[in-house]
């Protein structure tokens, strides 16, 4: 598998922007799962180790993210490929160590110790391809699936306290109010590993979401924000049913096993493209989890 960082960059990755998390994917960054294996860093992998499963298969591994790679390009997306290291299993998910912001990427500070040192890999990726960081996460912890960033001007970062902590949440809200912007930050229970277990974006306007577990005056706060949801049972979300990547344009990447809530979605006019995703969702992420978007283009309702 090639990797991105082979070629030239591309006058796009010089100017690697996000102001929604529903505008159209034009890039993305991804890691192959050469050396993914389940760890026992968060709750739901817990619950899989302890259920004494059978370890994925390597080539299981690349069949699943190859179908994940091919709905990114199916979307539009130009798929770039960070080089995993085997020291680093969990590099696969490629949501947490950097953020990019309408400011450009902001590198983020991991909590878990296993997780730590793909910091190196990510700012050697950026600096390859011209592509400064706007901001780098120094207070507390800040992990890139508690950051939406719902359309420009307008975010949520949660905090559990077992990833992200106030002080990451803080640090990353502060710069973003000083650009003008409203952000909400939302406390959760860490069982949930990161907020978008509970919430991800869909489209303009509408979320998916776990009401049963979600405050409900975070809610009524996305209601005022004209933002609805549909909701996801408890169940469905801790096998990372809400942990959805959109990829504008009336099109969404979801789980296959979502089911449930692939049909909602399609019921709503969305084109969803369902790679099988279980290996990784059995680790504790999903298509949210497994993708670092880098550019998309202004969200258009």
Known sequence: MSCATSHAPSPAALRWRIASETGAL????????????WLPTNSIARRTLAEARQAPAPAHLAAQHAELVAALREGGATVHHLPPEPHLPYMVYTRDSVVVTHRGPVLCQLERPQRRGEYAALIDFHAAHGSDFWKKSSAGTLEGGDIH?????????????????????????????????????????????HLDVLFC?????????????LDEDFLRWLEAHGIRWLSIPYRDAMQLGCNILALGGGRVVSARGSKALNAALRAEGLTVL????????????????LTCPLLRDEETA
Do not use: K, N
Request: hydrophobic share 40%; with cysteine.
């Open 149 to 193: 960033i719902l359309r420009p001007g307008l975010a949520v970062i949660g905090h559990s306290g077992g990833r992200t902590d106030a002080a990451g949440a803080e640090q990353l809200a502060g710069w973003l109010r000083a650009e003008g912007w409203e952000v909400r930050l939302e406390p959760f229970d860490e069982h949930f590993l």
């Open 201 to 213: 974006m869909a489209a303009p306007g509408l979320a998916v979401a776990c009401a049963e577990v």
């Open 274 to 289: 369902d790679p099988e995703l279980s290996l990784f969702t059995l680790g504790g992420g999903g298509p949210h989890c």
């Open 26 to 37: 034009r890039e993305v960054l991804v890691c192959p799962p050469d050396h993914y294996r």
